[in-house]
């Protein structure tokens, strides 16, 4: 597991394929700039485009996630964060819910 972004994976996955770091980008929505600061290890990728860059690389989202620095969620891997949101809006929903009950009694 790599403990930083191992640019030199990803252009050497690149390279075999015939892409650039432009077009990587692209599809991942991703601007110039981030791609750089992501190859730089100066900005994480998001699962989202975890998804993007193993699909554009013909890698399993795992290794790309791995290359990318040991903290990259995967795809379908939620963070404790967003975890504890989901939770949250769980019992938001409910507590409307025994609101919206309680206004019609």
């Given at each position: 597991?790599?403990?930083?972004?191992?640019?030199?994976?990803?252009?050497?996955?690149?390279a075999e394929r015939g892409l650039s770091r432009r077009v990587l980008?692209?599809?991942?929505?991703?601007?110039?700039?981030?791609?750089?600061?992501?190859?730089?290890?100066?900005?994480?990728?998001?699962?989202?485009?975890?998804?993007?860059?193993?699909?554009?690389?013909?890698?399993?989202?795992?290794?790309?996630?791995?290359?990318?620095?040991?903290?990259?969620?995967?795809?379908?891997?939620?963070?404790?964060?967003?975890?504890?949101?989901?939770?949250?809006?769980?019992?938001?929903a409910a507590l409307e819910a025994e609101l919206a009950r309680l206004?019609?009694?």
């Open positions: 597991m790599a403990l930083f972004f191992d640019a030199e994976w990803f252009d050497a996955r690149l980008a692209a599809a991942a929505g991703m601007s110039e700039a981030d791609i750089n600061l992501a190859f730089k290890d100066q900005r994480e990728l998001s699962a989202g485009e975890v998804g993007v860059f193993a699909e554009l690389l013909g890698v399993d989202a795992r290794e790309v996630a791995d290359r990318a620095g040991i903290s990259t969620p995967t795809p379908g891997q939620a963070s404790p964060v967003d975890e504890r949101l989901a939770a949250l809006e769980r019992r938001v206004r019609r009694v």
